[in-house]
């Protein structure tokens, strides 16, 4: 496994953002207030059948909040990662996890921008991106591989290892399924693909298409005014490019960025469920199920 966190630790020292303190040291309730009002097509999923609630994750400069959902029993379970939008680990994301835990898995999602601000309690956009957009690659994927440590210790089965994540955190799926080779599959949500470097975010998706080893299922949308057709299309033929045939990218033409967000006006209800269904079916087939 690539520790990508070793490899970038002198540029990004994760004391320096520990002197700060962590901003968010447990997880806010409700839904993230720059997306409000929620929409009544809002699913909520019960906890029937369920362990849920908020966990603590050890990392290296002290411990991060997550939302951790699983079936009652010893497992073990398939572990899925389950990486946060830029609206922090809100309401719709512990919902996705406890929809991935009826199906039988440990599904755990950090609060990656912990160290930075409460982006759960932001309402401008602007400062929203400007806090997400200050987490280093480094950290973000060293706190993943802590939040696999710690499901390893919890019921999680990490021989059968998934990640997914939306709008940041599809993004992320690609970058950590890079890093981290123990992983069995992954499904990006509407996650950027190309951009420009930064310090914090050296390198893209693109960029790293030859480390994807395992599969990884893209869920694009066809009217996304950020990940552009022409982005998916470059994805596609570096994915050919560095024989990565495994991993596939889907485009649904109508659906707009966040189509999978039930709670904003983005959400198209046929197109989520249609990539819900081949979300499951991927991480099955791939060994992450």
Known sequence: M????????GLFPTMDLSRRGFVVTTLAAGFA???????????TT???????????IPVADGSIPAYRAQPVGSGPYPTLLVVEEVFGVHEHIKDVCRRFAKQGYLAIAPELYSRLGNVVAMTDIKEV???VNKAPDATVLSDLDATV???????????????????????????????????????AWYGPLVGTPTPEMPTNPIDIADQVKAPVLGLY???DQG????????MRAKLQETGNTKSQIVVYPDAQHGFNADYRPSYNEADAKDGMSRALAWL??????
Request: hydrophobic share 45%; with cysteine.
């Open 227 to 234: 990940i552009l057709a022409e982005h998916v299309a470059a």
């Open 46 to 56: 019960d906890a029937d059948g369920l362990i849920v609630g908020e966990v603590k």
């Open 33 to 43: 207030l720059t997306v409000q009002p929620v929409q009544a097509s809002t699913i």
């Open 284 to 289: 099955r087939v791939n060994g992450a199920g």
């Open 2 to 9: 690539r520790n990508v966190a070793s490899d970038f630790a």
């Open 149 to 187: 440590a710690w499901a390893a210790k919890h019921g999680g089965n990490n021989r059968h290892l998934g990640i997914t994540g939306f709008c940041r955190g599809g993004r992320t799926v690609w970058m950590y399924t890079a890093h981290n080779h123990n992983v069995k599959a992954g499904v």
């Open 221 to 223: 949308a066809g009217l």
């Open 129 to 131: 991106m400007a806090t």
